[in-house]
């Protein structure tokens, strides 16, 4: 029975004893909540009865709690707090004001899109906490099954097809080739093999790409690799800007360093066909976060305009 009666007592009721408790006199704590002197009359003997308890002690002027009312009153004080907390944060979750969220990202996305969705989740969301992991897709997968992360955005070639993984594909970015620009091969056609001859900077290939890298050179394949791969691009690039290597990535990783002249593409011959297949790469079955949800959109919405803007593959 008395299980029954505290299942049943509702928050408005609640509110009532409290404005009671602070007014101490019927008629004020009545206009306070807007109702009737007669029906909050009846509300604060309808609690009184659900509980068994007498809450309050009725005087000629005024009233006052008895010890049981003292109790429930401070309790209903802290729940009527933590309702108001809850809703609010209900309001914000609804509105993606709140939810923090965590993401990985691989090292070509990192540069190519990171910049411009993490500049608009923040003008956007300013109240929301970003944490964003960088990696390769094998140590990202393993965070994503974890779930540390809620999802990641990387190349999908390799990714395997597993029926635990939804992805959604983004725009497919081609590698070219830059060089500074007073490299020898600058300002003319070059072939591949010239390219592999200075030293060929990337990115941490997939197998695929190997592959690839391998037939155009006519070695066999799983015995070639790049000069230097790294998945910080930074230091990729950098080594390109200073020494003679070459490097091997989407346009729009160095869209900047082309405009500025500090990097020309070169024109090769024989060029192999290497596609960034990047995607965004979630839990099948797990319903994404409010936060989570609005990142994946602005990252979609950030490869595309990027997409658009290059033509398509970065040329």
């Given amino acids: 029975m008395q299980w029954t009666q505290r299942r049943n007592m509702d928050l408005r009721r609640l509110g009532h004893v409290l404005a009671l408790a602070e007014e101490l006199h019927f008629a004020r704590a009545a206009a306070r909540v807007h109702l009737s002197q007669p029906a909050f009359s009846r509300s604060i003997q ?11 002690e009725r005087g000629d002027a005024e009233v006052r709690p008895t010890p049981a009312g003292r109790f429930v009153i401070e309790g209903a004080r802290k729940l009527l707090f933590d309702a108001r907390c809850l809703q609010r944060d209900i309001d914000l979750y609804r509105d993606v004001e709140l939810g923090d969220t965590a993401f990985g990202v691989g090292p070509f996305p990192a540069v190519t899109l990171m910049p411009q969705v993490l500049s608009e989740l923040r003008q956007r969301h300013p109240k929301v906490a970003l944490r964003v992991e960088e990696s390769n897709w094998k140590l990202l997968l393993e965070r ?43 300002g003319g056609r070059c072939t591949f093999g010239e390219i592999w001859q200075f030293g060929l900077a990337s990115a941490t290939p997939p197998a695929v790409m190997r592959a690839t890298l391998a037939a155009t050179l006519g070695h066999s394949a799983g015995t070639v690799a790049p ?63 409010p936060m989570a949800r609005a990142a994946m959109e602005c990252v979609e919405r950030v490869a595309n305009s990027i997409a658009e803007s290059s033509g398509g593959q970065g040329r």
């Fill in 227 to 289: 000069a230097l791969e790294c998945d910080n691009f930074a230091i990729p690039r950098a080594v390109a800007l200073n020494t003679e290597a070459v490097l091997g990535c989407p346009r729009a990783l160095v869209a900047a360093d082309v405009e500025a002249g500090a990097l020309v593409r070169l024109e090769v011959s024989d060029a192999p066909v290497l596609i960034v297949r990047p995607g965004i790469v979630s839990l099948t079955g797990r319903t994404p976060s």
């Fill in 144 to 186: 994503l099954r974890a779930e540390s992360i809620e999802f990641f955005v990387s190349d999908t070639n390799e990714l395997p097809a597993e029926a635990d993984l939804s992805i959604r594909l983004l725009p497919p970015q081609q590698i070219e080739f830059y060089a500074r620009a007073s490299h020898p091969l600058a």
């Fill in 46 to 56: 309808a609690i009184e009865t659900e509980l068994g308890l007498r809450l309050f």
